[in-house]
Protein backbone atom coordinates (compact mmCIF):
# COMPACT_ATOMS: atom_id res chain seq x y z
CA UNK A 1 0.00 0.00 0.00
CA UNK A 2 1.45 3.28 -1.02
CA UNK A 3 0.47 7.10 -0.93
CA UNK A 4 1.57 8.56 -4.02
CA UNK A 5 2.41 11.64 -5.97
CA UNK A 6 3.04 13.82 -9.26
CA UNK A 7 3.87 16.89 -10.27
CA UNK A 8 3.65 17.26 -13.25
CA UNK A 9 4.28 19.38 -16.70
CA UNK A 10 0.60 20.95 -16.73
CA UNK A 11 -2.81 19.91 -16.80
CA UNK A 12 -3.09 20.28 -20.90
CA UNK A 13 -3.86 16.88 -21.95
CA UNK A 14 -1.10 14.47 -22.79
CA UNK A 15 0.82 15.93 -19.18
CA UNK A 16 3.61 14.00 -18.21
CA UNK A 17 5.19 13.92 -14.88
CA UNK A 18 8.55 16.20 -13.15
CA UNK A 19 8.56 14.91 -9.99
CA UNK A 20 7.38 11.34 -8.12
CA UNK A 21 6.97 10.23 -4.85
CA UNK A 22 5.35 7.64 -2.43
CA UNK A 23 5.28 6.36 0.82
CA UNK A 24 4.40 2.62 1.35
CA UNK A 25 2.52 2.09 4.43
CA UNK A 26 0.95 -1.10 6.58
CA UNK A 27 -2.93 -1.64 7.29
CA UNK A 28 -1.80 -0.35 10.73
CA UNK A 29 -0.90 2.89 8.97
CA UNK A 30 2.75 2.41 9.47
CA UNK A 31 5.32 4.36 7.41
CA UNK A 32 7.67 2.14 6.29
CA UNK A 33 9.38 3.57 3.24
CA UNK A 34 9.84 7.23 1.38
CA UNK A 35 10.84 7.24 -2.20
CA UNK A 36 10.98 10.22 -4.39
CA UNK A 37 12.73 11.68 -7.43
CA UNK A 38 12.72 14.17 -10.18
CA UNK A 39 11.28 13.11 -13.15
CA UNK A 40 12.84 14.35 -17.13
CA UNK A 41 9.24 14.08 -19.04
CA UNK A 42 10.92 14.46 -22.57
CA UNK A 43 8.37 17.94 -22.64
CA UNK A 44 7.66 21.36 -22.18
CA UNK A 45 6.39 22.55 -18.47
CA UNK A 46 3.44 24.87 -19.19
CA UNK A 47 4.55 27.91 -17.29
CA UNK A 48 1.98 27.82 -14.59
CA UNK A 49 2.80 24.65 -13.56
CA UNK A 50 6.14 25.46 -12.93
CA UNK A 51 5.37 29.09 -10.88
CA UNK A 52 3.23 26.38 -8.73
CA UNK A 53 5.60 23.79 -8.23
CA UNK A 54 9.07 25.46 -8.99
CA UNK A 55 10.28 22.67 -11.43
CA UNK A 56 12.50 23.76 -14.23
CA UNK A 57 13.28 21.81 -17.59
CA UNK A 58 17.34 22.77 -16.44
CA UNK A 59 16.54 20.66 -13.24
CA UNK A 60 15.35 17.76 -15.18
CA UNK A 61 18.14 17.52 -17.77
CA UNK A 62 19.97 14.69 -16.29
CA UNK A 63 17.27 13.03 -14.14
CA UNK A 64 15.52 9.70 -14.97
CA UNK A 65 12.42 9.36 -17.54
CA UNK A 66 9.83 7.35 -15.50
CA UNK A 67 9.88 4.52 -17.26
CA UNK A 68 13.90 4.33 -15.99
CA UNK A 69 12.95 5.12 -13.05
CA UNK A 70 10.08 2.54 -11.75
CA UNK A 71 11.10 -0.29 -14.23
CA UNK A 72 15.16 0.05 -13.25
CA UNK A 73 15.73 2.16 -10.49
CA UNK A 74 13.19 0.18 -8.63
CA UNK A 75 13.71 -2.90 -10.69
CA UNK A 76 9.72 -3.01 -11.55
CA UNK A 77 8.76 -3.23 -8.19
CA UNK A 78 4.88 -3.13 -8.50
CA UNK A 79 4.91 -5.08 -11.96
CA UNK A 80 3.34 -8.11 -10.40
CA UNK A 81 1.87 -6.16 -7.61
CA UNK A 82 -2.31 -5.81 -6.89
CA UNK A 83 -1.16 -1.87 -5.59
CA UNK A 84 -3.74 0.00 -2.81
CA UNK A 85 -2.80 3.38 -4.04
CA UNK A 86 -3.97 6.39 -2.28
CA UNK A 87 -3.74 9.86 -3.92
CA UNK A 88 -5.61 13.17 -3.19
CA UNK A 89 -7.23 13.42 -6.88
CA UNK A 90 -6.46 9.86 -7.69
CA UNK A 91 -8.03 10.58 -11.57
CA UNK A 92 -4.94 12.75 -11.67
CA UNK A 93 -1.81 10.52 -10.89
CA UNK A 94 -3.22 7.24 -10.51
CA UNK A 95 -3.14 6.87 -14.84
CA UNK A 96 0.54 8.01 -14.83
CA UNK A 97 1.03 5.04 -12.69
CA UNK A 98 -0.96 1.96 -13.88
CA UNK A 99 1.11 0.93 -16.50
CA UNK A 100 3.89 -0.18 -14.12
CA UNK A 101 1.38 -2.11 -11.58
CA UNK A 102 -0.15 -5.70 -12.28
CA UNK A 103 -3.43 -3.95 -10.63
CA UNK A 104 -4.39 -0.90 -8.97
CA UNK A 105 -7.24 -0.15 -5.97
CA UNK A 106 -7.23 3.82 -6.30
CA UNK A 107 -8.25 5.42 -2.72
CA UNK A 108 -8.83 9.12 -3.45
CA UNK A 109 -8.35 11.12 -0.50
CA UNK A 110 -10.53 14.30 -1.94
CA UNK A 111 -13.20 12.06 -2.82
CA UNK A 112 -12.96 10.76 1.14
CA UNK A 113 -12.97 14.55 2.07
CA UNK A 114 -16.16 15.42 -0.37
CA UNK A 115 -17.98 12.36 0.98
CA UNK A 116 -17.12 13.08 4.68
CA UNK A 117 -16.60 17.13 4.56
CA UNK A 118 -19.43 18.13 2.30
CA UNK A 119 -19.58 21.43 3.89
CA UNK A 120 -15.90 22.58 3.88
CA UNK A 121 -14.80 25.22 2.08
CA UNK A 122 -13.43 23.28 -0.64
CA UNK A 123 -11.74 19.97 -0.73
CA UNK A 124 -8.05 20.65 -2.18
CA UNK A 125 -5.31 19.00 -0.01
CA UNK A 126 -4.47 22.18 1.80
CA UNK A 127 -7.52 22.72 2.81
CA UNK A 128 -8.54 19.43 4.00
CA UNK A 129 -5.33 18.94 6.00
CA UNK A 130 -6.06 22.11 7.62
CA UNK A 131 -9.15 20.93 8.70
CA UNK A 132 -7.94 17.35 9.92
CA UNK A 133 -5.17 19.16 11.47
CA UNK A 134 -2.10 17.71 9.30
CA UNK A 135 1.14 19.23 10.81
CA UNK A 136 3.16 18.78 7.46
CA UNK A 137 2.36 21.62 4.97
CA UNK A 138 1.40 20.45 1.38
CA UNK A 139 3.79 23.10 -0.79
CA UNK A 140 3.65 21.41 -4.54
CA UNK A 141 6.53 19.17 -4.49
CA UNK A 142 5.51 15.61 -4.33
CA UNK A 143 7.27 14.50 -1.06
CA UNK A 144 5.75 17.00 0.96
CA UNK A 145 2.34 16.13 -0.67
CA UNK A 146 2.71 12.44 -0.20
CA UNK A 147 3.14 12.84 3.19
CA UNK A 148 0.22 15.29 3.71
CA UNK A 149 -2.14 12.81 2.05
CA UNK A 150 -0.80 10.02 3.82
CA UNK A 151 -1.34 11.75 7.72
CA UNK A 152 -4.73 13.37 6.42
CA UNK A 153 -5.61 9.79 5.64
CA UNK A 154 -4.38 8.89 9.04
CA UNK A 155 -6.64 11.62 10.89
CA UNK A 156 -9.57 11.04 8.64
CA UNK A 157 -9.04 7.21 9.57
CA UNK A 158 -8.27 7.70 13.86
CA UNK A 159 -11.35 10.78 13.32
CA UNK A 160 -14.08 8.15 12.46
CA UNK A 161 -12.57 4.65 13.46
CA UNK A 162 -12.23 3.58 9.79
CA UNK A 163 -10.46 1.24 8.25
CA UNK A 164 -9.06 0.72 4.75
CA UNK A 165 -11.87 -1.02 3.65
CA UNK A 166 -14.21 1.15 5.17
CA UNK A 167 -12.58 4.03 3.32
CA UNK A 168 -13.18 2.41 0.24
CA UNK A 169 -16.81 1.10 0.65
CA UNK A 170 -17.36 5.07 1.43
CA UNK A 171 -15.48 6.51 -2.13
CA UNK A 172 -16.98 3.35 -4.25
CA UNK A 173 -20.98 5.29 -3.34
CA UNK A 174 -20.03 7.32 -6.63
CA UNK A 175 -23.01 10.06 -6.99
CA UNK A 176 -24.14 12.19 -9.94
CA UNK A 177 -24.62 14.67 -6.86
CA UNK A 178 -20.75 15.30 -6.20
CA UNK A 179 -18.97 17.60 -7.90
CA UNK A 180 -16.46 17.74 -10.29
CA UNK A 181 -13.04 18.31 -9.01
CA UNK A 182 -10.86 19.37 -11.54
CA UNK A 183 -11.05 21.49 -14.81
CA UNK A 184 -13.20 23.85 -16.58
CA UNK A 185 -16.68 22.60 -15.03
CA UNK A 186 -14.97 22.11 -11.37
CA UNK A 187 -17.54 22.76 -9.13
CA UNK A 188 -20.05 22.00 -11.36
CA UNK A 189 -22.42 18.56 -10.43
CA UNK A 190 -21.93 15.57 -12.58
CA UNK A 191 -25.40 15.08 -13.19
CA UNK A 192 -25.27 18.96 -14.74
CA UNK A 193 -22.23 18.40 -17.14
CA UNK A 194 -22.30 19.33 -20.83
CA UNK A 195 -22.98 16.22 -22.81
CA UNK A 196 -19.69 16.70 -24.66
CA UNK A 197 -17.11 17.18 -21.46
CA UNK A 198 -19.20 14.06 -20.20
CA UNK A 199 -17.83 12.11 -23.33
CA UNK A 200 -14.32 13.43 -23.13
CA UNK A 201 -14.20 12.36 -19.47
CA UNK A 202 -15.24 8.84 -20.85
CA UNK A 203 -12.74 8.92 -22.95
CA UNK A 204 -9.63 9.96 -21.37
CA UNK A 205 -9.84 9.49 -17.95
CA UNK A 206 -9.29 6.12 -15.22
CA UNK A 207 -12.22 3.91 -16.43
CA UNK A 208 -12.03 2.28 -12.93
CA UNK A 209 -12.35 5.83 -11.34
CA UNK A 210 -15.47 7.01 -9.09
CA UNK A 211 -16.49 10.44 -11.80
CA UNK A 212 -16.47 7.71 -14.77
CA UNK A 213 -18.84 5.28 -12.52
CA UNK A 214 -21.05 7.60 -11.55
CA UNK A 215 -21.46 9.20 -15.29
CA UNK A 216 -21.87 5.09 -16.80
CA UNK A 217 -24.84 5.94 -14.48
CA UNK A 218 -25.76 9.07 -14.98
Keep these: MIVLDFETTGLNPGY ?16 LEQVGSLINPHMPIESGAQR ?8 LANEPT ?20 VAHNASYDVPMFTPYCKKITA ?4 RLGQTLYPDAENHKLQTLAS ?23 KNIATA ?5 DEMLTLIDSASLDSPM ?9 LKDLPADYVRWLTENIDPGGWIVQALTDR
Excluded at 52 to 59: D, K, L, P, Q
Excluded at 70 to 84: D, P, R, Y
Design 131 to 153: LLNVEIEPTHRALDDTLACFYLM
Design 181 to 189: PFGKHKGTK
Design 52 to 59: THGISAEM
Design 160 to 164: HSLSI
Design 16 to 31: KPVEIAWVEFDSNFNE
Design 107 to 110: LCTM
Design 66 to 85: LDDFLTQSHAGKFANEHVLV
